[in-house]
């Protein structure tokens, strides 16, 4: 496929790439001697730092109702399939190309929408079939065409490409499992035990690769973050302050390459408008934050922001939306070539619906995160093989050249 | 990836029996179990029994409907304060409002706390902690999640009210004991789901919600390969239309009642059979039918079997446990005297990574406390990662090595059992390693607590090694 764009780095030179491969092994050494402060280790890389295209996935949990967040108020059907939910915005909806419109909530995202660096994808679905959330959502983490619960594909296209990447997440979730270049970070307000207990546990654990391996990453995060200063425990594991600590960990010299975040309560069964209203603006909160903590490294940024299936294009008899299947993708950032809206409208007619029941897809959203990392990341269509085996990335010119 | 990392020690019959199917050894269980751990833990699989005063649904359900009438009618004598220009009758007013909204909201509050705490405590305490672990087993696979006001009182009274009283009994009966139930029904929007064709919906211009029909199928009976379409949903989501809440206040009695005007009428059909009932009785007979369905017994004797033995429960002892689910019609008691009557139950390495709640009970029970602070108690499993009654989805909380040994999880369980271990500074080390470990113990940890520099820090080896971590 053509790239259509040279991101302004020097992390395809083959010196420059070798000092990082050479860094990572390096940091990894240090860490099972447990050293402390990480900072000697990172400092060898500091001379060449060139900061690099980074990569935000934000997986929101629940199945979010793409039609109630990207409006196609063009459609004649919208309003007959869901006369309470089209009249359940508080204020005006936010205009887009073509007729589509955001949520009012959403006002961060129609900014960048008009600086053209939103991009909303409409009618995607990963392929999943059916309208379990849980098999929905391990699906689109796992990126093959059969659910793998230890391999997703953000972490087959770290290793790819060697980079690292944090989850903003107690455990590893399934998007990033198979890669060992993968910490975890969770805010925690109980307080850090000595070092010495570690280093006493590190040595315990000798014969227990997954405690130590654990116990390891969970150290160097600790130390990168500083937990310790934080005196806003209290609003510990709100999106908005995750975003904000997210971000805090993506810049500077010893910032990951990628990071994963996850919001869940998307399930609207009932009273979908209300929560809704509060949950998208949370949702517009967050990213603000994120772009604020990335700062200058928000150009060099591609989020990619997806669920694990649509809703049915009718509303229900509660005030909701039941599972769906096709919904929506964002892709947004400084890198982006946005400020319009990507995918077919399959139209909401029922002979347009999917089982005459859910918005239709039209493309997958592997495609699209396929056609992000060939462009953001320069994967080569083979490289992508590895991360998406069965769907082939799609060719639009996605980031700014 | 779990299997090349346990360790390697070889563990006993009598610390598998109090460790990996109990909630861990307290006081002098490894010893009592040293003779025939088989027939041990058999023998103390009991009912559980819920004593002490804590508000029923009914209470809860009453309380909230004081709450709401109370809001409404001080909406209303805010804007005829407003109307008339009474500022000072106002600002009075609103200060005894808020009053008034506060000790609702406690009361929730105080009932959600209350029960998750007197449950983790029973645990904690009790001879018979086997039972223990499968009314918890239970009460995450009906999982229900303590969101918004209504739910925060409603959740905890699930697994008191409709799994307690069947956890030895058939799993049909609980089956439709939880699905009856005020928390479950309101948790999964069926109590306002009425049948399209029915006379309700044409009135409140209400219909159908797939919601507790889908879970039903997918999460607590079939499994979500268990061979069902969406139609099946939609039909099952009709056949159970009605079944919903009373009001207090607004219709006599609380609980559970069944709307036959907000019935779909007409017969339904359901995974290829025909029901042509009337009223409540056609979706009892659908969950019945769910209930005996063989892929319900094969979807539970796994988790059954996941839970209390190992990641990837061998084929042969899902058989046994699966025979011996239809032979007896579901009945959960002969189920799980048939696990620990297979010898695949008693594979002599460690299994299974502790769930932080497991980890806690069995640490306090490792340490024979018998007094604990509620509050502390739950900030604990909420730091941890596992607060009661908040799993968020209807799925539960997992139960994979994977989802709970994460770096800032487990870094979040260190620092709890440095805490703990500062508490207990006196504690000696060395007794509770062989009151709840014995000899099922490596040489590395055996020196690693004996050598430690402080009882403290022994404590937190202890605690932290891969023998207490692992069962």
Redesign the interface.
Same mark, same amino acid.
């Given at each position: 496929m053509k790239n259509t764009k040279t991101i302004n780095n020097s992390n395809d030179l083959p010196t420059s790439s070798l000092s990082r491969r050479k860094f990572i092994t390096l940091t990894g050494a240090s860490l099972a001697v447990l050293s402390f402060p990480m900072s000697s280790a990172f400092a060898l890389s500091s001379n060449k730092q060139v900061s690099s295209p980074k990569i935000v996935w934000l997986l929101l949990r629940?199945a979010l109702d793409s039609l109630h967040t990207i409006v196609p108020t063009f459609d004649q059907q919208y309003k007959t399939l869901r006369p309470k939910l089209s009249s359940s915005f508080k204020s005006p909806l936010l205009p887009l190309e073509n007729g589509f419109a955001l949520h009012p909530s959403l006002k961060n995202l129609h900014q960048w929408y008009q600086d053209n660096s939103l991009l909303p994808v409409v009618a995607v679905s990963s392929g999943y079939p059916?309208?379990? $959330?849980?098999?929905g959502q391990d699906y689109l983490e796992s990126g093959k065409s059969e659910i793998d $619960?230890?391999s997703g594909w953000l972490a087959r296209a770290i290793e790819v490409k060697n980079k690292r990447a944090l +989850?903003v997440?107690? /455990?590893?979730p399934i998007s990033l499992?198979s890669s060992s270049q993968v910490?975890?970070?969770?805010p925690?307000?109980?307080?850090? +035990?000595?070092d010495?207990?570690?280093a +006493?546990?590190d040595?315990?654990?000798?014969?227990?690769?997954?405690?130590r391996a /654990?116990?390891? /990453?969970?150290?160097?995060?600790?130390g990168l973050v500083g937990d310790k200063k934080d005196k806003k425990k209290k609003r510990q594991g709100k999106f908005i302050d995750l975003a904000k600590s997210c971000a805090k960990l993506m810049v500077g010299e010893q910032g990951v390459d990628c990071a994963m975040l996850e919001l869940? #309560?998307w399930d609207t $069964?009932?009273n979908q408008g209300t929560r809704l209203n509060s949950k998208l603006s949370e949702l517009d909160q967050g990213l603000a934050e994120l772009k604020a903590g990335l700062g200058k490294e928000w150009q060099n940024t591609v989020v990619i922001i997806g669920t694990e299936f649509g809703r049915t294009a009718k509303e229900? #008899?509660?005030g #909701?939306t039941? $599972?769906g299947t096709g919904s929506a993708l964002f892709i947004a950032g400084g890198a982006v070539n946005g400020g319009m809206i990507q995918g077919d409208w399959p139209g909401l007619k029922d002979e347009q619906l999917f089982?005459q029941?859910d918005l239709m897809p039209t493309t997958n959203s592997f495609g699209w995160i396929g056609n992000v990392l060939s462009q953001h990341w320069q994967f080569t269509e083979q490289e992508l093989l590895q991360v998406f085996p069965h769907v082939k990335p799609y060719n639009q010119v996605l980031l700014r050249s | 990836m779990s299997e090349n990392s346990m360790s390697s020690t070889i563990i006993s019959k009598a610390n598998i029996a109090v460790n990996r199917f109990g909630y861990g050894a307290s006081d002098n269980e490894l010893a009592q179990a040293e003779k025939d751990p088989k027939n041990w833990i058999k023998a103390k699989l009991h009912p559980v029994a819920f004593t002490g005063d804590f508000p029923h649904s009914n209470n809860v359900l009453i309380e909230h409907a004081k709450y709401q009438k109370e809001k409404k009618r001080q909406k209303k004598q805010k804007s005829m304060n407003s109307q008339t220009g009474n500022m000072q009758a106002s600002s009075m007013q609103a200060s005894d409002m808020q009053l008034k909204n506060k000790m609702t909201i406690n009361f929730s509050r105080l009932a959600l706390r209350n029960m998750s705490a007197d449950t983790l405590k029973q645990a904690i305490t009790s001879s018979n902690s086997v039972s223990w672990r499968l009314l918890d087993f239970f009460s995450n696979h009906f999982s229900v999640s303590a969101n918004g006001q209504l739910m925060v009182g409603l959740a905890a009274t699930l697994e008191r009210e409709a799994i307690a009283p069947h956890l030895l009994g058939n799993f049909e009966d609980m089956l439709l004991a939880v699905e009856q139930h005020p928390a479950m029904l309101i948790y999964l929007n069926n109590e306002k789901s009425f049948g399209p064709n029915s006379r309700m919906a044409k009135k409140l211009k209400k219909g159908l919600n797939e919601n507790l029909a889908r879970e039903i199928m997918e999460l607590h009976t079939l499994g979500v390969d268990g061979g069902y379409s969406q139609e099946d949903v939609i039909e099952l989501a009709k056949g159970i239309t009605g079944w919903s809440v009373k009001r207090p206040g607004k219709e006599y009695g609380e609980g559970f009642v069944f709307r036959a005007y907000g019935h779909e009428p007409g017969n339904r059909k359901f995974l290829g059979k025909k029901y042509n009932q009337k009223g409540i009785v056609q979706g009892k007979q659908m969950l019945h039918d769910l209930a005996m369905n063989p892929a319900t017994a094969k979807h539970v004797c796994y988790k059954l079997a996941h839970h209390f033995v190992c990641q990837k429960p061998p084929v042969s002892l899902l058989k046994k446990m699966e025979t011996t689910w239809l032979k007896t019609q579901g009945n959960i008691k002969a189920v799980m005297l048939c696990l620990f009557d297979a010898d695949e139950a008693w594979l002599n390495s460690a299994q299974k990574y502790k769930t932080p709640r497991e980890f806690v009970i069995s640490t306090l029970r490792a340490l024979s406390l018998k007094k604990f602070k509620d509050k502390a108690l739950l900030s604990t499993l909420i730091n941890l990662g596992q607060q009661p009654f908040n799993a968020g989805s209807p799925a539960g909380y997992s139960d994979d090595e994977q989802d709970w040994l994460g770096a800032s999880a487990l870094m979040a369980r260190i620092d709890w059992t440095t805490m703990i271990s500062s508490y207990n500074k006196r504690v000696n080390a060395e007794k509770v390693m062989s009151r709840s470990i014995g000899n099922s113990i490596s040489q590395l940890t055996y020196n690693s607590v004996m050598r430690a520099e402080s009882r403290q820090q022994a404590l937190t080896l202890l605690l932290m090694s891969p023998e207490f971590q692992r069962r």
């Open positions: 629940g059916k309208r379990s $959330h849980f098999d $619960h230890d +989850a997440s107690r /455990s590893t499992r910490n975890t970070w969770y925690s307000n109980l307080k850090d +035990a000595d010495d207990i570690y +006493a546990l040595k315990l654990y000798q014969n227990d690769e997954s405690l /654990s116990l390891e /990453s969970g150290l160097e995060v600790r869940g #309560g $069964h009932n229900n #008899g509660t #909701g039941d $599972h089982q029941r | -």
